[in-house]
């Protein structure tokens, strides 16, 4: 529908009402159109000379809770730091437990399946299993688009691989795209013989990989240019960074890793109780907090020869100087929009797309044999481009500290994610909101700052509607949470489920999927996830079981045969 401005509609009628010789029939017209401008107005179009606010969303891939230093982490992060500093952080953001659902309900604003993305690897052409946004919901940059926004987005994608599916096609004016779900941070060496080399598109067509750069250095500066092809316009953008790191295989340059040598020569069970205390001591976890048992098949650090510690500790060092270098990338990021004039009209979203990661591809039954073909682990290649290094389950409980597990389950320590939110229009600054979230509510949150509406029709067909809440009155100082106790929270992947209302939480991580196996939690009393409440609040488990039943019917779960590995 085209935009109808009447901007000056008041001034203009009151002039003609004056000279004309029937008032009361100017009057009578004026009234007239002043209603339908009040009817008709788009909600997106905003008064002169207003201009709605840019969003810059960084998004780090595999970060862990407890990593930064505003989350009491020991990682130097300046520049996170100083954002949540101007702005708030969030103790309770949930995401989902992989990248791709993650992407899914962050760009969509609604349930993964809904979206497309049931499972991270298996593409169908089932409802929910279509590997790809569906038309069943319109895109973030899609809908900001049309109120006048310019959409841009560089790093990872993992939303579809066909052209149809890419981001130029789902409302990104620009974009360079990881189009798979990981990569070198050097090149584009895969490292499965299904996919030997990584695929990338700039704007849609397929580009090769610009020698002698490092990921997120390459994406900053893709972004970058992005911003200013596009300044003269002067209208507000979507910048996503949508960031690669600290994803494995750990790779980056000396220079930001060498700082980090000794620091975690104690080994991992330290650096998890550490992190517990200190995420205590900076209020993001309340004082009744019991740290969990590690896996059982966590080796003790004690149990390690001297060579195997120095292997572990490079590990985590590599590690931290992949963060320190993604913060370094944020201070340009944040530099530029100074420099450029728009860093006071910026609200700025740092978050990660699931718990920290605790796979380790090298030493993996079935990819295992091609990495290793292609790259080493050896100690003194750790890092380099042709090394392939992960830092597996033990370092991931202390990223992932003081929730249970890590990255792929649906315990907390799976979903729950660091978020900042910063910018202009905040109240209480360097504060914190500790109200249930998830990434479901951003999107709502933009087009709110952004003063427009989702659709209920989009490109000619009906779509579901938005599924988060938007996180705006809570970001100006309301009191109220965001989410009621009534608000229900559902979420499975590769049939590993939860549902979540008010404090209480069921979780399943079995295989398959059956309703018997879900376990109650009440996560105000047990933010550990220790204490299986299903035989003694049989009504409530009732309740929550109920509850999965209409979540599972509405994104129409299945139970895929045979369950991927």
């Known amino acids: 529908m085209p935009r109808i401005h009447f901007h000056n509609m008041n001034l203009n009628m009151i002039s003609v009402i004056s000279k004309g010789p029937d008032q009361n029939t100017w009057l009578i017209f004026a009234v007239a159109a002043l209603f339908l ?25 595999d970060l862990g809770y407890a990593d930064l230093g ?7 992060t300046p520049n996170i730091d100083q954002l949540s500093y101007n702005g708030l952080r969030f103790s309770r953001f949930h995401t989902a437990p992989y990248c791709a659902p993650s992407r899914a309900m962050l760009l969509s604003g609604n349930d993964s399946h809904i979206a497309g993305m049931g499972s991270q690897d298996l593409v169908t052409d089932e409802f929910g299993y279509e590997g790809s946004l569906s038309d069943r919901i319109a895109t973030l940059p899609q809908v900001l688009r049309n109120a006048g926004y310019q959409n841009y987005i560089a790093g990872k994608w993992h939303l579809g691989f066909k052209p149809e599916n890419n981001p130029h096609q789902k409302g990104f004016d620009r974009s360079f795209v990881n189009l798979y779900g990981e990569g070198t941070h050097y090149n584009d060496q895969g490292w499965n013989e299904e996919n030997p080399y990584t695929r990338y598109t700039e704007n849609g067509r397929p580009v090769k990989w610009k020698k002698g750069k490092y990921s997120t250095d390459l994406y900053t500066d893709k972004l970058i240019q992005f911003i200013e092809f596009d300044r003269e316009a002067k209208k507000p953008f979507f910048a996503m960074a949508s960031y690669t790191a600290p994803h494995w295989p750990l790779q980056v340059d000396e220079k930001y890793w060498k700082k980090y040598k000794g620091r975690y020569d ?7 109780e550490r992190r517990f205390k200190s995420l205590k001591k900076a209020g993001l976890i309340p004082e009744n907090a019991q740290l969990p048992p590690s896996l059982k098949k966590i080796i003790p650090w004690d149990s390690l020869d001297p060579m195997e510690q120095k292997v572990e500790a490079r590990k985590m060092e590599l590690y931290a100087g992949m963060v320190d270098n993604l913060d370094y990338n944020i201070g340009r990021l944040i530099d530029y929009l100074k420099d450029i004039g728009e860093f006071e009209n910026t609200i700025i979203v ?13 030493h993996h039954p079935h990819y295992g044999p091609y990495v290793r073909k292609y790259f080493n682990e050896d100690y003194e290649n750790m890092g380099k481009p042709d090394s392939f290094i992960s830092y597996g389950p033990q370092w991931a409980e202390a990223g992932s500290s003081p929730f249970l597990y890590f990255k792929a389950f649906t315990t907390e320590g799976g979903m729950i994610a660091p978020m900042i939110i910063s910018g202009p229009g905040l109240a209480h600054k360097n504060n914190m909101i500790h109200d249930f979230t998830t990434v479901m509510d951003l999107a709502p949150t933009f087009y709110e700052l952004a003063k427009t509406t989702y659709p209920k029709r989009f490109m000619g067909k009906e779509v579901y509607p938005l599924k988060g809440t938007s996180l705006l009155p809570r970001l100006e100082g309301s009191p109220s949470s965001v989410h009621g106790p009534d608000y229900v929270f559902g979420f499975e992947h590769r049939n590993l489920a939860m549902l979540r209302k008010g ?9 398959p999927l059956q309703k018997k196996n879900f376990k109650l939690y009440n996560l105000k009393r047990d933010l550990a996830e220790q204490q299986d409440l299903r035989d003694e609040e049989k009504e409530k488990y009732r309740e929550l079981l109920s509850e999965w039943d209409l979540f ?3 994104i129409r779960l299945q139970v895929p045969t045979p369950l991927p590995d």
Do not use: T
């Open 37 to 61: 401008y009040g009817s008709f107005r788009e909600k997106d179009v905003h008064e002169p000379g207003e201009k709605p606010p840019n969003i810059l969303l960084l998004v780090a891939d």
């Open 70 to 76: 505003c989350y009491g982490g020991d990682i130097e």
């Open 350 to 362: 740092f978050m990660s797309d699931n718990g920290a990661a605790g796979e380790d591809f090298y």
């Open 552 to 554: 599972a019917s509405e």
């Open 266 to 272: 104690e080994g991992y069970e330290k650096l998890k």
């Open 503 to 511: 404090d209480w939480k069921i979780l399943n991580l079995q295989r």
